[in-house]
Structure formats: structure tokens, C-alpha cells
């Protein structure tokens, strides 16, 4: 008998993979921008939901326990269990996903708090770009009972989403149950980028150059370049603009300061540059964004759907600061009142 002979010979038994975590429906994506005094009276559903802090802090009320929820954590409502919410003080940026999920590894995210790091926040990024490109419904329109295909959409994009949230939610499982350790390359990028970063945050008021970035964190300009291109998708000066634009999103919902003091204060050289790069970036001009704002917050319709689904300039998809809190399992049940 010839090798080929042999070969045709084998029996061959396929293996269904295992699927603990399987995303069978999706009921909601939204990425929401609430002014500092909104607050959610709260539902109940049967499906699961994530509420994750992009920026600011809100106060969650979860069944009989409430928490006070901080930038870069998620939260996680079972199917059945009253919940709501409302902002502390701070405009906060909101991912919300109300998702269908069944099994019993499920149960691990029952009352769960969690800190969610650099991959999980690309994660929860693919999702929200994925659903601005698939669904027509607007992602800032909390009033949504069924979101809506495109007519046209990219091939797939309904998979990669719920692909990209069991990948999520199976990291989560995985990190409690055997903490991942980096290697000395990355976390050294990971201390560049956290310096950087920060820097960047603490010098909006102010217009900077490239070689200023170098220089004063003592960083080559093609290793900078390099690591913000892999973190961010776009140059350093392109994450520095995009801080400036979210910090005016923030300033507009916030109320304290007209769009000149704005200006002024996040180092442009006129309000009227600064409306023409805020209409740049999200697609409208600061008073288009003021009254889309304060329609939402009082529950009417966004202005359009493609401004609503605008999620080029977000500067979500980019990795947060570094964590102040630490991840092990003492923080991740949601504490009582």
C-alpha cells in the first residue's frame, strides 16, 4: 500500500469547538456623551448589559447595591436586574451594550466591576466603530428598542462585533483566573506611552510640536511616532488634537465656559479656528454639538444619524491612561451602600 493509498484511508472525526461564551443577539451599542447633571431613572430587561466609563464617573444603582463607577471601569447587569445611573458632577462618556448570552459562564459577571486595560479597551473600540458602520440606528439615541441594519455595510460586521464582545468578556474570565504577566519590551512602550500620555493631558491650554513632545520626554521621534501609530492608529499630533477636541466636547456639555473662553482655554489661536477644527472632527459645528447635547439630555432626537454615528474622531479606540487601581479580585465585586 503507497502513502497516498494510506492517506485516503484515514478516518478523520471533526471536533465541534466548545463555545462557553456565544453572543446569540444584540439588542444595543450606544456610545453616549451626558452633560455632568444627567441622570438615568433606570430599567429592567432580559438581557445582559455593560455600562463602561470612557471618561468622567457616574453612580450606578445595580438591584439593592449602588457603586460609584470611575473612568476605565465596566459594569455588568444580568438579565432581570433593575439598573441605573447618573453622572457625578463630570460630563462622562458612556459605552452601553445590551447583548444576548446564555450558559453558566455567564454567572461569573453577575454584580462584577471590572477594570478594563489596554486590549479590552480596543475591544470594546471595534465594537463601537463596527456598529457605526453596520447599523443605521444612532449610537447616541438611548431610546432604541431594535437596531436597524444599513442598506450597505461592510461584509461580516455583525460578526466582528459579537465576536470582538465574547473575546472581551472571555478575557475578563481568563484575567481572574490566571493573571496575565507582559513581557520587559512591552511594558517599557507601555511607560512611554503612559508618560506621553499624560503629558499630552496636562498641556491642552497650549499649542505643542512634535519636537517639543520629544524633547521634554527625552523620546526619538521615530520611536514616538512608531508607538503611538501601533497604539493609535495616527501620529502623536493627531492623539493631541483629538484630546482637544474631546476636552471641548466635555467643556460644551459641561456648561461653565462660551466657545471663546473654550478656545482660549485649549490653546487655539481663535474661536474661529477652533469652530472650523470642531467641525473637522465630529461633523458639526460647537453650537450644532450644544443643541444635539441638550436635545438628547432631554430625551428628543439626535440632529442627524451620521452625526449621531461620527466615530472618527472619538478618541475612545485609543488606550486609556495607566490604572490607579489595582485589578485583583478584592475590587471586582460591587461594593454595598
Known amino acids: 500500500m503507497n502513502s497516498r493509498q494510506a492517506n485516503d484511508s484515514l478516518d ?4 465541534s469547538p466548545s463555545r462557553p461564551i456565544a453572543v446569540r443577539q444584540l439588542y444595543s451599542v450606544h456610545y453616549f456623551e451626558y452633560t455632568g447633571s444627567y441622570a438615568y431613572p433606570g430599567e429592567r430587561h432580559d438581557f445582559w448589559e455593560l455600562l463602561y466609563v470612557d471618561k468622567g464617573m457616574v453612580r450606578v444603582t445595580a438591584g439593592d447595591h449602588s457603586c460609584q463607577l470611575n473612568q476605565g471601569q465596566v459594569i455588568f447587569h444580568a438579565p432581570g436586574e433593575f439598573h441605573a445611573f447618573s453622572a457625578v ?22 454584580n462584577r466591576v471590572s477594570h478594563i486595560r489596554a486590549e479590552e479597551r480596543t ?29 450597505e455595510q461592510p461584509f461580516g460586521g455583525e460578526q466582528l462585533i459579537c465576536a470582538a464582545l465574547e473575546e472581551l468578556l472571555i478575557r475578563l474570565i481568563r484575567r481572574e483566573a490566571q493573571p496575565q504577566s507582559t ?49 493609535t492608529g495616527g501620529g502623536v499630533a493627531a492623539y ?9 466636547r466635555r467643556m460644551i ?36 454639538y450644544e443643541r444635539s447635547v441638550k ?8 440632529l442627524t444619524d451620521d452625526c449621531a454615528n461620527n466615530v472618527d474622531d472619538c478618541i475612545f479606540p485609543f488606550p486609556p491612561s495607566p490604572l490607579t487601581i489595582e485589578s485583583d479580585s478584592k475590587h471586582n465585586s460591587l461594593p454595598h451602600h
Open 240 to 248: 493631541f488634537n483629538q484630546l482637544k477636541i474631546q476636552a471641548a
Open 253 to 288: 456639555r459641561e456648561g461653565r465656559f462660551n466657545f471663546t473662553q473654550i478656545a482660549a482655554r485649549l490653546g487655539f489661536q481663535s474661536v474661529h479656528y477652533f469652530s472650523r477644527r470642531f467641525r473637522i472632527a465630529t461633523g458639526m459645528s460647537p453650537s450644532e
Open 183 to 231: 513581557d520587559g519590551r512591552r511594558g517599557e512602550d507601555d511607560g512611554v506611552f503612559a508618560q506621553v500620555a499624560h503629558y499630552l493631558e496636562q498641556r491642552l491650554d497650549r499649542p505643542l510640536s512634535v519636537e517639543e513632545i520629544c524633547r521634554d520626554n527625552l523620546v526619538g521621534r521615530s520611536q514616538l511616532q512608531k508607538l503611538f501609530h501601533t497604539r
Open 123 to 151: 475591544l470594546l473600540g471595534r465594537i463601537v466603530a463596527e456598529s457605526a458602520a453596520v447599523f443605521s440606528t444612532p449610537l447616541n439615541l438611548s431610546a432604541v428598542t431594535q437596531l436597524q441594519r444599513r442598506e
Open 12 to 15: 478523520y472525526r471533526p471536533l
Open 295 to 302: 436635545m438628547l439630555s432631554e430625551g428628543a432626537a439626535p
Open 89 to 110: 458632577g463630570v460630563a462622562p462618556d458612556l459605552v452601553v451594550v445590551g447583548f444576548g448570552c446564555g450558559g453558566s459562564a455567564m454567572d461569573f459577571f453577575r
